[in-house]
T-cell receptor
């Protein structure tokens, strides 16, 4: 049963610290997405990749967030420095073009 | 750009009641349409989908019909259960912005459903 995996599942950190979240997409999927979910804003698309190339990162605060795919089995989302307003659940999803997306279980981030 | 509008929640129903969650969309071209469900503490998972006009997607007693004439994809279930309590998201595959990248899913804001015994 192929699944998207995310680590860590929970992260508590202090303001100013660097946070790195990792995602392993489903093998064979060529599109990877990063989302952020909060009560106030709902589900927001931060960035997405196709065939490891970034296609759209317009939803991401450029000064502190960065997303990469060093290889086909790993996507990373980094926040440096983190701020309390970054507290949210971050989801990774993978899929094929114009088809359904498979979501991971999320990383719950709390920045104190 | 393309967009999805779904009814605001929360929706509270008694067990065995009929459920409708409205979803309308604006899109260029001929998108596929999806309903996702998010149970507490979990990621979103696909509930059903339809890829062309007049298609009906169905799963777990839920169904939705792709209506091009009314640009709608309303979710229905004849008899809800407590276990259906979750947040439901309508989505379409299409363009984020005019001239933008294709291939993303555009989500509505979600509708929270609570079913009471």
């Amino acid at each position: 049963d192929a699944r998207v995996t995310q680590t860590p599942r929970h992260k508590v950190t202090e303001m100013g610290q660097e946070v790195t979240m990792r995602c392993q997409p489903i093998l064979g999927h060529n599109t990877v997405f990063w989302y952020r979910q909060t009560m106030m804003q709902g589900l927001e698309l931060l960035a997405y990749f196709r065939n490891r190339a970034p296609l759209d990162d317009s939803g991401m605060p450029k000064d502190r967030f960065s997303a990469e795919m060093p290889d086909a089995t790993l996507a990373t989302l980094k926040i440096q420095p983190s701020e309390p307003r970054d507290s949210a659940v971050y989801f990774c999803a993978s899929g094929l073009v114009l088809d359904e997306q498979f979501f991971g279980p999320g990383t719950r981030l709390t920045v104190l | 750009g393309d967009s999805v509008t779904q009814m605001e929640g929360p929706v509270t129903l008694s067990e065995e009641a009929f459920l409708t969650i409205n979803c309308t969309y604006t899109a260029t071209g001929y998108p596929s349409l999806f309903w996702y469900v998010q149970y507490p503490g979990e990621g979103l998972q696909l509930l059903l989908k339809a890829t062309k006009a007049d298609d009906k997607g169905s799963n777990k007693g839920f169904e939705a019909t792709y209506r091009k004439e009314t640009t709608s994809f309303h979710l229905e279930k004849g008899s809800v259960q407590v276990s259906d309590s979750a947040v439901y998201f309508c989505a379409l595959s299409g363009y984020m912005n005019y001239g933008g990248s294709q291939g993303n899913l555009i989500f509505g804001k979600g509708t929270k459903l609570s079913v009471k015994p």
